[in-house]
């Protein structure tokens, strides 16, 4: 496996040195108020939400594609852009005779991690190092997946049955799924995940740590939101990753992170949620306290549990007719997918290039993976496919989060970037209800399969 895709694996003994380090950046850079923020006022006049939406709850799991999740649903919602079972990949991209490896529903709950480094996901996405393909023959995965062993080739081109993961199977039937959603860039965990609430990963191509424990400066949508006089939280499980963002390191944000299991299901119940809520899952793999976030070879029977909770504790909510919850994933994580990835007409965020030895330019996306639109104001069943706009060549990414809020909240601030003022916004599927559904289910009798 490539060394940035080596890069991806967690360690407990690297974890608790990441967490120690971070909140140390915590402490020591809340002086670092720049010009502007200490010019801001603190009382301001109260901004006004025309949307019915008046809080967004993100949820951002990790590394599995749209086809390895939900791609078997078109077994019963054929206006879902799944699988067929006629999918495949050679074992040799580039010999159509060499042995041919189909798609299967036989994904199992614990996988091992397949490649997802930025060299791993060129090779799956165009079969080798030559990325002038338009659009891409998706074409790599099993041969990327074959330097593993024969076994993992077959692991990367299985998914689920919609019967083994009933929670996901059941929030894509009663709310609405995106089946043109792609991750931000083409490459591994932080630098997707620095895309979701600032729409660039300022030149990050990996998951550099020392870069990561510096943090990154841009601007991100917890700014603007402050800047409009709207609140936000983080709800962390064993480590908020949103700490990369060096603007919340600064001490006034501290009272912004919250436990999640002593905070997040008080605040649900008194209707104290922010305007804008991001819940973290637990990254790394403790005895005591077993990831939760999906990645593999975390049990996707506990991302499902996470999931659930955090549904039913919002639909408990006095909050929740006025609640969106968005649900997606950073990136594949060497998974199988059909659909091409976006290589055409995608803006670069901000005139940052990445690092040598490729120098990546930002200008194209990572492989579609799952989203789910989850509200009272959602008509059950939605499929929302690519977006009208705002440009002919816009989709729907990762910075569609930022843009939307931007939308929904009516944000006087700017576009973080040139990405986000491009990606697709879906502000408007929480106009075709003139009231809430009152008829959203409760998940909690559904089976869960897995350990």
């Known amino acids: 496996m490539a060394a940035a895709a080596r890069a991806g694996r967690r360690g407990v003994p690297e974890a608790r040195l990441l967490v120690a380090l971070l909140l140390l950046a915590l402490v020591v850079s809340g002086h670092c108020l ?3 923020h200490r010019g801001l006022k603190r009382r301001r006049r109260k901004h006004e939400i025309h949307s019915p939406i ?4 993100v949820v951002v799991m990790e590394n599995r594609s749209f086809d390895h999740i939900l791609g078997w649903l078109r077994r019963t919602r054929p206006d879902i852009d799944g699988l067929t079972g006629r999918e495949s990949n050679h074992l040799n991209a580039s010999d159509p005779s060499s042995p041919e490896i189909f798609v299967t529903d036989e994904a199992g709950y614990v996988d091992s991690d397949p490649g997802h480094g930025f060299e791993d996901i060129r ?7 030559d990325t002038s393909a338009v659009p891409p023959p998706m074409s790599g995965f099993a041969q990327n997946a074959r330097g593993m062993g024969l076994g993992m080739a077959q692991n990367v081109m299985s998914g689920f049955k919609p019967d083994a993961i009933p929670v996901y199977a059941s929030l894509a039937d009663e709310f609405a799924v995106f089946d043109r959603w792609f991750a931000s860039v083409p490459t ?3 630098p997707n995940r620095l895309f979701v609430h600032s729409a660039t990963s300022h030149g990050l191509t990996f998951n550099a740590r020392k870069d990561l424990i510096h943090g990154f400066p841009q601007k991100t949508i917890f700014d603007s939101l402050e800047e409009n006089g709207l609140s936000f939280g983080i709800y962390y499980q064993n480590i908020p990753a949103t700490l990369f963002y060096q603007s919340l390191r600064r001490l006034k944000h501290l009272v912004k992170f919250h436990q999640y299991s002593l905070k997040f299901k ?19 793999d403790c005895e005591m306290f077993p990831a939760n976030d999906d990645h593999p070879s975390h049990d996707v029977a506990r991302g499902q549990r996470f999931v659930k909770e955090v549904y039913e504790t919002l639909r408990a909510s006095p909050q929740w007719n006025e609640t969106a919850m968005i649900i997606t994933y950073d990136e594949h994580g060497g998974f199988y997918d059909h659909v091409p990835t976006p290589v055409v007409g995608v803006p ?4 940052i290039v990445g690092p040598d030895p490729y120098y990546f330019k930002f200008e194209r996306l990572g492989v579609r993976v799952p989203a789910f639109l989850i509200s009272p104001w959602i008509e059950k069943g939605t499929v929302i496919h690519e977006p009208n706009g705002p440009q002919e060549s816009s989709q729907y990414e990762h910075s569609s989060i930022p843009a939307t809020v931007k939308k929904l909240f009516n944000l006087h601030s700017n576009f ?9 916004t879906f502000e408007n599927y929480f106009k075709m209800r003139k009231t809430p559904r009152t008829d959203c289910p409760d998940v909690g009798a559904v089976l869960l399969l897995g350990s």
């Open 34 to 36: 720049d010009a502007h």
């Open 54 to 57: 008046k809080t967004v709850v």
């Open 416 to 424: 973080l970037t040139k990405r986000d003022a491009w990606a697709g």
């Open 348 to 351: 670069q965020p901000d005139g």
């Open 123 to 129: 090779e799956q996405i165009f079969g080798s190092a």
């Open 266 to 284: 008080l605040h649900a119940k008194w209707g104290k949620l922010p305007n804008y809520a991001v819940i973290e899952q637990r990254y790394f």
């Open 188 to 190: 591994s965990t932080q």
